[in-house]
């Protein structure tokens, strides 16, 4: 039985040759680069644009085998059921791949980067220790909602290599999957700071709804995406 058969009988009920995990996978690109074999990962591997080799973004060339390969490898390494397709998606942890707002470095030192994520609020990630901070988030009030810049998850292109990959996954033994927002901590963690968050859940429903139900539409979108690409 193939990790994608286990976890496959695990959700039909059947008892499973092996128990299927999903693992977190790494807090960092650095403790990928100290703890796993050069064939497990490549720039394509991790949810933030990669320090080694330096990259800016993601790139918009179509992912090619040998990147998928390695994905495969890593799942095979840490005996994951399901690897997430799309680049910087592979790990659960994190998320990434189309289906989420996407960064951008802006800033880079060797202690420290900043990545402006689409939608526009900004993230500080340290390296020594690990640690990110969240800030700059793009809505304080109703008039910033209005105002708010979203990705367009109709856009094929955005989704061209979630159908490769799917495939590659599939023969491979293992189960694609995708990443959306968080429907709550896609909020607080991306467009609204925390305190904000839970002081307007409280106090502005109505405005909570309409913004809920404006990222809950974007990730919906991307759902389908996903499906149609397999």
Not at 172 to 200: E, K, W, Y
Request: glycine share 8%; net charge negative.
């Amino acid at each position: 039985m193939s990790n994608r058969e286990n976890l496959l009988s695990v959700l039909n009920g059947v008892k499973p040759k092996q128990i299927p995990l999903i693992t977190s996978g790494f807090w960092s690109e650095r403790a990928i680069h100290k703890f796993a074999p050069l064939n497990c990962y490549d720039e394509n591997t991790y949810y933030l644009p990669s320090d080694d080799p330096p990259r800016q973004s993601f790139s918009s060339e179509p992912r090619d085998e040998q990147s998928r390969e390695r994905a495969v490898n890593m799942a095979a390494l840490m005996d994951m059921a399901t690897i997430g397709v799309g680049k910087g998606g592979v790990f659960p942890f994190g998320h990434g791949g189309p289906g989420e707002i996407q960064p951008t470095v802006i800033e880079r030192t060797d202690e420290y980067k900043i990545v402006r994520y689409e939608g526009g609020h900004k993230r500080r990630i340290d390296f020594h220790p690990h640690a990110i901070q969240y800030f700059d988030f793009p809505i304080k009030d109703e008039e910033d909602l209005e105002k708010l810049e979203l990705p367009d998850m109709s856009d094929t292109t955005r989704f061209k290599d979630i159908k490769g990959d799917s495939e590659y996954f599939i023969d491979a033994g293992f189960v694609p999957t995708g990443s959306i927002q968080g429907f709550l901590s896609g909020i607080h963690n991306s467009f609204m700071d925390f305190s904000s968050t839970m002081i307007n859940l409280i106090l502005k429903p109505d405005f909570m709804k309409k913004l809920t139900k404006t990222l809950a539409e974007m990730s919906l979108k991307a759902a389908e995406m996903y499906l149609e690409r397999g």
